[in-house]
Nanobody, 117 residues
Framework: QVQLVESGGGLVQAGGSLRLSCTAS????????MGWYRQAPGKERELVAD????????NYEDAVKGRFTISTDHAKNTVYPQMNSLKLEDTAVYFC??????????WGQGTQVTVSA
């Protein structure tokens, strides 16, 4: 059983920054990929960024390239997206995802990010 606990969401002004956290109940090497998705009202859930565990591979949605950075802290079993230069269109519920050969795909409960003008 995999548990992912997200934190760090909130209200921020456009141009500001937020750092979300996703802490896993297992060592990060239990997964081959971890990522962040977001879902805005009336829209489908979309990938924001993901990272290959134990690799240097990262992947970003075009809309966040140059503004978001995904990273991991293995000592804390945590994956972060650092989100800078936030825009109104970044407003969404952000979900952490972890993929494992053993446990399949797991999701966090989501954390709200609201960017105001």
């Amino acid at each position: 059983q995999v548990q992912l606990v997200e934190s760090g969401g909130g209200l921020v002004q456009a141009g500001g920054s937020l750092r979300l956290s996703c802490t896993a109940s297992l060592d990060l090497f239990s997964f081959y990929d971890m990522g962040w998705y977001r879902q805005a009202p009336g829209k489908e859930r979309e990938l924001v960024a993901d990272i290959g565990i134990g690799t240097i591979r990262t992947n970003y949605e075009d809309a966040v390239k140059g503004r978001f950075t995904i990273s991991t802290d293995h000592a804390k079993n945590t994956v972060y997206p650092q989100m800078n230069s936030l825009k109104l269109e970044d407003t969404a519920v952000y979900f952490c995802n972890a993929r494992s050969i053993t446990y399949g795909s797991s999701w966090g409960q989501g954390t709200q990010v609201t960017v105001s003008a």
